[in-house]
């Protein structure tokens, strides 16, 4: 079955950081265009952040520019989300998401077009 894995949440005071990862046994992830996605409860499952596959362009929630980075290492294949100055608001289920297409130059910003998911990581931000 192909399934993503997430890691690297838990419980952070604000102002803090966690380093997300994302990996899968089954797929190659630099042939997928990866997204971050997040969702609080009793709200809808948002972007935070996704890389395509060519040149590895980015885009980012609007709420977490110039705090959050995602990056690939295709070596390891791996998916980090490098999360700093982390806010209360941040609190949520992160999920990582992959649509396939070794030559995506975009990434989608919406949740159809990723067909393969995580579980999950619960990220809390609180003092």
């Known amino acids: 079955q192909l399934q993503l894995v997430e890691s690297g949440g838990g419980l952070v005071q604000p102002g803090g950081s966690l380093r997300l990862s994302c990996t899968a046994s089954a797929l190659t992830l630099r042939n997928y265009a990866i997204g971050w996605f997040r969702q609080a409860p009793g709200k809808e499952r948002e972007l935070v952040s996704c890389?395509?596959?060519?040149?590895?362009?980015?885009d980012y929630n609007d709420s977490v520019k110039g705090r959050f980075t995602i990056s690939r290492d295709n070596a390891k294949n791996m998916v980090y989300l490098q999360m700093n100055t982390l806010k209360p608001e941040d609190t949520a289920v992160y999920y990582c998401?992959?649509?396939?297409?070794?030559?995506?130059?975009?990434?989608?910003?919406?949740?159809?077009?990723?067909?393969?998911w995580g579980q999950g990581t619960q990220v809390t931000v609180s003092s």
């Open positions: 998401a992959a649509e396939w297409g070794p030559s995506l130059s975009y990434c989608a910003v919406s949740l159809t077009p990723y067909d393969v």
């Open positions: 890389i395509s596959t060519m040149n590895a362009t980015t």
